[in-house]
């Protein structure tokens, strides 16, 4: 039985995979998360793992931990071989991208990864064009709770890239950091604009979707029958999330909390539960506010034609786009995958 490590990125269908292709897959253990819910694992110890221990625990913490942690992987490498599976997998877009800065080091997550779950596992990585990720990756940002604008969000990433997520959308720093602990054999990295058509669309060959196809190749499975992608989290239109941006200032929530707020903790409730059984903390107190002002910016939206600002200013746009095309060349070289064009495209 073999081991893979989805880890993203964000806004590359990592969603409707989880929920439509790994989870229902009967070839694949699949430990989540997309288990039941789009938030939820195979049990609440695993949730613990991948949503809190690895991502965001101090280096203490995780050591104390770390143990208790193999053994209760390997707890599941024992339920999926007496299943008969050929593998087990994991996948959640925390472990390739750090959404918060609350997150440890990606070095260290990488790391952590590697012990836990073994270095010959095989890393399952889907990109897409930098530009584009950056743009749906504000959005997403936007639509849970950020107040900053595009150019405010992207003069952060440069001006602290020191601390920022920058390091995670330069493509040969990702690849790097992956060989240090995993087999670089073992690395699979699938470009996601060789699976769509001009409109968006994902790409069919012979009634297959042909990223499916490519997953179940690289993972030598069956195409599931009848399969169909689900739709999963859909983006809001750039009228909606000019609407959400303004009432993100009004209301602060998640993304847009304080240093000393955590963001997205209903993500983190069953580490929470496991320390303290009579909570007087709302665990989904902003998932609350978020939904509630989603309501309010797309019915604001049904009557405003104002949509979101895509604006930068010449600097920042400039030392991306250099930044971005630099990394594209050197992880070509590095991978020997070749990118489409529009990885060096300007904004």
Same mark, same amino acid.
């Given at each position: 039985?073999?081991?893979?490590?989805?880890?993203?990125?964000?806004?590359?269908?990592?969603?409707?995979? #989880?929920?439509?292709?790994?989870?229902?897959?009967?070839? +694949?253990?699949?430990?989540?998360?997309?288990?039941?819910?789009?938030?939820?694992?195979?049990?609440?110890?695993?949730?613990?793992?991948?949503?809190?221990?690895?991502?965001?625990?101090?280096?203490?913490?995780?050591?104390?931990?770390?143990?208790?942690?193999?053994?209760? +992987?390997?707890?599941?490498?024992?339920?999926?071989?007496?299943?008969?599976?050929?593998?087990?997998?994991?996948?959640?877009?925390?472990?390739?991208?750090?959404?918060?800065?609350?997150?440890?080091?990606?070095?260290?997550?990488?790391?952590?990864?590697?012990?836990?779950?073994?270095?010959?596992?095989?890393?399952?990585?889907? +990109?897409?064009?930098?530009?584009?990720?950056?743009?749906?990756?504000?959005?997403?940002?936007?639509?849970?709770?950020?107040?900053?604008?595009? #150019?405010?969000?992207?003069?952060?990433?440069?001006?602290?890239?020191?601390?920022?997520?920058?390091?995670?959308?330069?493509?040969?720093? #990702?690849?790097?950091?992956?060989?240090?602990?995993?087999?670089?054999?073992?690395?699979?990295?699938?470009?996601?604009?060789?699976?769509?058509?001009?409109?968006?669309?994902?790409?069919?060959?012979?009634?297959?979707?042909?990223?499916?196809?490519?997953?179940?190749?690289?993972?030598?499975? %069956?195409?599931?029958?009848?399969?169909?992608?689900? #739709?999963?989290?859909?983006?809001?239109?750039?009228?909606?999330?000019?609407?959400?941006?303004?009432?993100?200032?009004?209301?602060?929530?998640?993304?847009?909390?304080?240093?000393?707020?955590?963001?997205?903790?209903?993500?983190?409730?069953?580490?929470?539960?496991?320390?303290?059984?009579?909570?007087?903390?709302?665990?989904?107190?902003?998932? %609350?506010?978020?939904?509630?002002?989603?309501? %309010?910016?797309?019915?604001?939206?049904?009557?405003? %034609?104002?949509? +979101?600002?895509?604006?930068?200013?010449?600097?920042?746009?400039?030392?991306?786009?250099?930044?971005?095309?630099?990394?594209?060349?050197?992880?070509?070289?590095?991978?020997?995958?070749?990118?489409?064009?529009?990885?060096?495209?300007?904004?």
């Amino acid at each position: 039985m073999k081991k893979f490590i989805h880890i993203g990125m964000p806004k590359t269908l990592t969603s409707a995979l #989880q929920e439509g292709f790994f989870s229902q897959h009967d070839e +694949i253990h699949f430990l989540g998360v997309g288990v039941g819910s789009l938030i939820d694992y195979v049990n609440d110890e695993i949730n613990r793992i991948f949503e809190t221990l690895i991502p965001y625990s101090s280096e203490s913490y995780y050591l104390k931990n770390k143990k208790i942690s193999k053994d209760v +992987i390997n707890l599941e490498h024992a339920h999926a071989r007496e299943q008969g599976k050929l593998w087990i997998g994991v996948s959640s877009e925390w472990l390739g991208f750090n959404f918060s800065p609350e997150m440890v080091d990606p070095e260290l997550k990488t790391k952590r990864l590697s012990e836990l779950m073994g270095s010959d596992a095989h890393i399952i990585l889907i +990109i897409r064009n930098n530009i584009g990720f950056l743009k749906s990756l504000y959005a997403e940002l936007v639509k849970v709770g950020l107040p900053l604008s595009f #150019q405010e969000y992207c003069e952060y990433l440069w001006l602290f890239q020191d601390r920022s997520s920058l390091s995670e959308l330069l493509y040969d720093e #990702q690849y790097e950091r992956l060989a240090r602990y995993f087999q670089r054999d073992r690395i699979h990295i699938l470009v996601l604009e060789s699976h769509r058509n001009a409109d968006g669309s994902l790409i069919e060959n012979n009634n297959e979707i042909s990223l499916i196809s490519e997953l179940c190749a690289l993972l030598g499975i %069956k195409y599931p029958e009848n399969f169909s992608l689900p #739709q999963v989290n859909p983006s809001l239109n750039k009228y909606e999330l000019k609407k959400k941006l303004e009432l993100n200032k009004e209301v602060r929530h998640d993304f847009g909390n304080l240093i000393f707020e955590p963001s997205n903790i209903h993500r983190s409730r069953k580490q929470i539960q496991s320390v303290s059984d009579n909570l007087s903390l709302d665990i989904f107190k902003n998932v %609350k506010i978020k939904r509630d002002l989603l309501e %309010k910016a797309k019915l604001a939206a049904a009557s405003s %034609k104002d949509s +979101i600002d895509f604006y930068l200013s010449d600097e920042i746009k400039c030392a991306l786009q250099s930044k971005f095309k630099k990394s594209n060349f050197r992880f070509e070289k590095l991978s020997g995958v070749k990118l489409p064009e529009e990885y060096y495209s300007a904004f």
